[in-house]
């Protein structure tokens, strides 16, 4: 089987239109390469792409802010919220669709004539075809419908996707419990940045989940400031290079 080539129409004179020529006057070659490739990537995407500006650059190699000028500077793409499409685009869409309709009609209507005595269960079931067919394509003309029905897709799937944020406790929080904690210098810091080392259980079963931070009450004693117990691992890491480098200039 020859596999099957996709393509849609390019206008030889595109380059007259004058959004077009502002687009190679600002960007030059390089942008115009980049409209047509967001044009190709529309056409396998139904007409409707995520203003994701970062993953398309990151897809041509290319800079974030030329992909963003090109979508939104030269008014050749409708923008719809966090989603784009052209109107180009969109009409050709038709076009085809409507005469992929009119292909199976046609064959259908031969079929029929060569077939004078089929059964009429049989009629019936390419008859409900037909208005399936034609439904679609009205469907597919209104565009601001098609948008929307494709964001819904897409934000369905990433509310599934979705993470369930950590369990609150069902009671109010006092004001002497832990905020969060830093497993660099094993301490829990409260809301007045004052921070208390971690047992060796504590950090344990933090790191491990088993404990919230906010579990966790101030012990008043052994309370220091967030700046003092950075400044003590400083101190502690410089002593410790200084030990490992010192043998060595001895020698």
Same mark, same amino acid.
């Given at each position: 089987?020859p ?17 077009? &020529?502002?687009?190679?006057?600002k ?24 203003? *994701?500006? *970062? ?17 939104? *500077? ?7 919220e ?9 009409r ?7 005469k ?6 046609s $064959? ?6 060569a077939?004078?005595?089929? $059964? ?20 597919t ?23 369930? *944020? ?34 060796d ?16 009450? &101030?012990?008043?004693?052994? $309370? ?19 030990a490992?480098?010192?043998p060595?200039?001895? &020698?």
């Amino acid at each position: 089987m020859p596999k099957l080539t996709f393509y849609f129409s390019h206008d030889y004179n595109a380059r007259n239109d004058e959004k077009i &020529k502002l687009l190679i006057r600002k960007h030059g070659m390089e942008g115009y390469g980049i409209y047509w490739s967001i044009v190709e990537d529309l056409y396998n995407n139904a007409n409707a792409l995520r203003t *994701d500006y *970062d993953g398309i650059a990151f897809d041509m190699r290319t800079q974030c802010e030329i992909v963003k000028s090109v979508v939104e *500077d030269f008014g050749l793409f409708e923008i719809s919220e966090n989603f784009f499409g052209s109107k180009s685009v969109q009409r050709r869409l038709d076009e085809v669709n409507i005469k992929s309709l009119k292909a199976r009609e046609s $064959a259908s209507y031969r079929w029929s004539d060569a077939n004078a005595l089929r $059964a009429q269960s049989d009629r019936n079931a390419i008859n409900k075809r037909k208005e399936r067919n034609k439904r679609n394509i009205e469907n597919t003309k209104d565009s601001t419908n098609f948008y929307e029905k494709e964001k819904q897709k897409i934000n369905k799937k990433e509310k599934e996707k979705e993470i369930p *944020d950590e369990p609150q406790p069902p009671y109010p929080i006092p004001q002497n419990f832990g905020r969060y904690y830093l497993p660099k210098y094993k301490v829990v810091v409260f809301e007045d940045e004052t921070c208390q080392p971690l047992s060796d259980l504590e950090f344990e079963l933090l790191e491990t989940r088993q404990l919230r931070s906010w579990l966790i009450q &101030k012990d008043f004693g052994a $309370a220091k400031p967030l700046s003092e117990v950075v400044a003590e691992h400083q101190n502690v890491t410089r002593r410790t290079e200084t030990a490992q480098i010192s043998p060595q200039n001895k &020698k």
